[in-house]
């Protein structure tokens, strides 16, 4: 059984991807799992090609530097060649009203000039699956806005399967538990994102711990003076508390209890994250300045998951009558 898990080096790294996926990936995945940094997937909107590159590396170093061993990490890139080819073949299997299904493409483009959308953003579900396809990942970890993109693959692999003959497992969503759901510091009411700027509600796992003091201590919360954990009545502070309560291990209502006001609570919050940071960002750092270890890391990462998909591009080609 493999599950694979991505990022998409969209922006820095963030405390957000840290303590609610990274985090657990290193402490909790399998040997067998495979983690990929889906730099294709952050091509779907414009972009600035050295930001891409620069950041596919980032993320790929914070990877190995949480504590994912090098063995699993892949860019997704260094396939281009193989997920090119077997995109066109799912492209080939998947109707058009399939595609346009998908509710995030329909979300994302809504309001905008459709003519001005990308079409990479309307088959990028399709690239999803191949990535998925490909390694015969027979578990995606995905949250609800990705859920119907894995019933894609499934529904992908199944009729390829069905109409060419048996190549590709097909796999299944799951949802892990939450680990954290970590909310802009400044925007309470948005997930925290990856951003293209300095966002001063976005704590980044390469933020000097000077910065992540500032940043925390900005952060907004709200005038009742009441240190309780009430996320819908106060988004902001329930934030810091759970942030508290994924850097201790403890419940966000334990911690609320600890603290008698805001300011010191805010203190803790930042010298929390500081050490919490403090290995991945200085390992980081490392792998950023010696370029031979982690082209090193990056190239036997190609190496590994262009074998284990090699047979059933192959296999897919020969099935469907070209190659
Ligand atoms: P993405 O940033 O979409 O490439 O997601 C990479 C991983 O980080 C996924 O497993 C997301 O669920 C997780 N993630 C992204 N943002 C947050 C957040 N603000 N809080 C918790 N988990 C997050």
């Known amino acids: 059984m493999a599950r694979l898990s991505a990022i998409t080096p969209s922006g820095h790294a963030h405390v957000g991807n840290y303590l609610g996926a990274v985090r657990r990936w290193a402490r909790e995945g399998s040997p067998g799992d495979l983690y990929l940094v889906s730099d294709l997937h ?14 596919a590396r980032e993320m790929l170093a ?30 080939c299997t998947c109707a058009y009203g399939e595609a346009a299904r998908m509710t995030q493409f329909k979300e994302k483009t809504q309001g905008d000039g459709k003519a001005a959308v990308r079409v990479g953003l309307f088959t990028y579900p399709v690239l999803m699956a191949a990535d998925i396809l490909l390694q015969g990942a027979s578990e995606v970890p995905v949250g609800d806005d990705q859920a119907q993109h894995v019933e894609l693959a499934r529904a992908l692999a199944r009729r390829f399967n069905g109409t060419y003959g048996e190549v590709f497992t097909v796999p299944t969503a799951v949802t892990p538990p939450v680990a954290a759901r970590i909310r802009d510091l ?33 952060a907004i919360t709200d005038s009742l003076d009441r240190l309780e954990y009430r996320p819908d009545d106060q988004p902001g502070l329930a934030n810091l508390l759970e942030i508290q309560a994924a850097c201790t291990g ?28 403090r290995p991945v960002r200085a390992r980081t750092l490392e792998l950023l300045a ?34």
Not at 42 to 55: F, G, I, N, V, W
Not at 67 to 82: C, H, K, N, T
Request: proline share 6%; charged share 25%.
């Open 42 to 55: 952050a091509m779907t909107t414009p972009y600035h090609p050295q930001k891409l590159r620069a950041r």
């Open 290 to 323: 010696d370029p031979v270890e982690l082209d090193q890391i990056r190239a036997s990462g190609a190496v590994m998951a262009r074998e284990r998909g090699a047979h059933r591009l192959e296999s897919a080609l020969r099935l469907a009558g070209v190659g």
């Open 186 to 218: 400044v925007d309470p009411n948005a997930k925290m994102a990856k951003s293209a700027g300095d966002a001063p509600g976005v704590v980044f796992v390469l933020d000097e711990p000077d910065l992540v003091r500032r940043k925390v201590k900005r």
């Open 62 to 91: 914070v990877l190995v530097a949480s504590g994912i061993s090098p063995d699993q990490v892949f860019v997704q890139s260094d396939l281009v060649r193989e997920l090119g080819a077997l995109t066109w073949l799912l492209e």
């Open 250 to 277: 403890k419940a966000p209502r334990e911690v609320a209890a600890a603290y008698s006001s805001y300011g010191t609570l805010k203190e803790a919050v930042a010298e929390a994250l500081i050490e919490e940071l």
